[in-house]
């Protein structure tokens, strides 16, 4: 039996990724992009150029979106609605959950199905071991897709809830980005005593690598909303916060994202939970 086909539209680095691994598993693929001459190589590959956004939607079911954000989708898709009855939109862009909310009721408005997807990996990674992606909706469609899916990337399914693949994938990046910032500025810390990023290097990579350590038993109490402090109280934790402000300002650095931290526990003490411990912060950060 062939594979199913697949449409897929936005050819940005991250689908012309997805493109490459759905033609290397035996999927015929049809594509387009706003700027045609980014199909080129894929049909060169391959891959089948529809002519317009109306073709590109008439070639399949499952129709793959890999965009900037949601907006996208409109300028493309509104230029075709009377192809979408009976299709599966799986958006693989990022945006946020209310307008991830929206472009499910806007495609259902016009007979079609959203699934929402959030990779997890950078385009050169994709399909490769290790990668995932998010997904949420109906569960039978995702089902009935997740072997094509699959070829993207581990499909992991997290629920009805359309926006809930959206939520998870800002979840993984507000950690990814926050830290990455977080190292930059240690960095720039040691750099203001001529420390270099490549003598700081292996001491980082040991902190990020034990960073998980932390977090089954911050998670117990997280979600038992019962916070010991008998190992990192707030108040102990809260006097470094307030250190690595005094260590950034004395460097002449920028101060933004310690003085944030230390918000945390500025607040958590005065609202006079100093003796817990530093997983009770999430209670000043879900009410701030
Ligand atoms: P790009 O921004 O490079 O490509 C986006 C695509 O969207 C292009 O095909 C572009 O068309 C199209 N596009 C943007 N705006 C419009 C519009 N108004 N009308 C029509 N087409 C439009 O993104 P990537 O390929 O890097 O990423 C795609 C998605 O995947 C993003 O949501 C990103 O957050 C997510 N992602 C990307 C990762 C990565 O490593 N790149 C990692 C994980 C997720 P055109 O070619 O004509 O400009």
Do not use: C
């Not at 930059?184 to 001529?194: D, F, Q, R, V, W």
């Not at 270099?196 to 977090?215: I, K, T």
């Amino acid at each position: 039996m062939s594979k199913i086909g697949v449409t897929l539209i936005g050819l940005g680095p991250m689908g012309q990724a997805m493109v490459r691994k759905l033609l290397a598993n035996d999927h015929a693929v049809t594509v387009w992009n706003r700027t045609a001459s980014r199909a080129d190589a894929l049909v060169a590959e391959g891959a089948t150029r529809a002519a317009d956004v109306g073709a590109a939607l008439a070639a399949n079911n499952v129709v793959i979106l890999s965009l900037t954000d949601y907006q996208a989708m409109y300028d493309i898709l509104g230029t075709a609605t009377d192809a979408l009855a009976g299709k599966v939109v799986v958006n693989l862009s990022s945006d946020t959950p209310a307008r991830t909310r929206e472009a499910a009721t806007w495609l259902a408005g016009h007979g079609a199905e959203l699934l929402t997807g959030g990779v997890m990996v950078p385009a050169e990674l994709v399909g490769e071991e290790g990668a995932y992606v998010f997904y949420s909706g109906s569960r039978a469609i995702f089902d009935k897709y997740a072997p094509v899916l699959g070829v993207i990337g581990r499909p992991d399914y997290v629920g009805e809830d359309i926006a809930l693949a959206q939520l998870y994938y800002q979840a993984q990046l507000d950690i990814f980005l926050t830290s990455l910032s977080a190292y930059l500025h240690a960095t720039a810390l040691l750099n203001s005593a001529g420390v270099s990023a490549e003598s700081f290097r292996p001491y980082a990579e040991d902190n990020f690598r034990s960073m998980g350590m932390y977090l089954g038993e911050a998670a117990k109490q997280i979600d038992t909303g019962k916070h010991p402090g008998d190992l990192a109280s707030v108040v102990m934790m809260g006097a470094t916060a307030d250190h690595i402000v005094g260590a950034s300002e004395d460097a002449g650095i920028d101060t933004g994202l310690p003085l944030a931290v230390k918000a945390h526990y500025d607040r958590a003490i005065e609202a006079g939970h100093g003796a817990d411990s530093w997983t009770s912060l999430i209670e000043r950060i879900k009410r701030p």
